[in-house]
């Protein structure tokens, strides 16, 4: 952790002033993240922490301890239908309604932690249409972020 604070201490004052961590799974070490976003607000006084995950890891225990130092969490969903997920890999045959439930049971955490919510997805020939229905729950979520890119050279 030592070495991850001088690297942190040496960006902020390098005009560093948000910090989001992702890439793989980094709940697998949620201790550690969590005391690097706890450094980032109490040492370094950043504007913003944030993480990418899927949360499979999210635990309410974490949430109590360092939820406080966490502005915005993106969780990773292509679809709030199960069929679809399946269609793209995501989640075990059977299970994928296990992730999406997980992602509203993570979502209702960070609200009642104060910490906003993005829902990450990769739009494909699969989830194109199911689009909608992710934007409807996405609001009753109160999600504060979707994003729509381009799919092979068309806009939608």
Excluded at 18 to 36: C, H, M, Q, T
Excluded at 92 to 105: F, M, P, Q, S, Y
């Amino acid at each position: 952790m030592d070495k991850a604070k001088t690297a942190l201490r040496l960006l902020a004052e390098a005009g560093m002033k948000k910090l989001n961590i992702s890439g793989g799974e980094p709940f697998l070490n949620p201790k550690y993240i969590g005391e690097v976003f706890k450094f980032c607000k109490e040492e370094l006084n950043l504007e913003s922490t944030s993480v990418v995950c899927n949360g499979s890891k999210v635990t309410e225990k974490w949430m109590d301890e360092y939820g406080q130092y966490l502005d915005v969490m993106a969780i990773s969903c292509d679809s709030f239908n199960s069929e679809t997920n399946e269609k793209q890999g995501r989640g075990e045959t059977g299970k994928a309604d296990d992730h999406i439930l997980n992602v509203r049971d993570v979502a209702d955490l960070c609200k009642r932690h104060g910490i906003r919510v993005k829902i990450n997805s990769v739009i494909t020939m699969y989830n194109i249409l199911a689009s909608s229905t992710g934007c409807y729950l996405t609001s009753s979520y109160s999600f504060f972020f979707v994003t729509f890119s381009e799919i092979i050279g068309k806009k939608i």
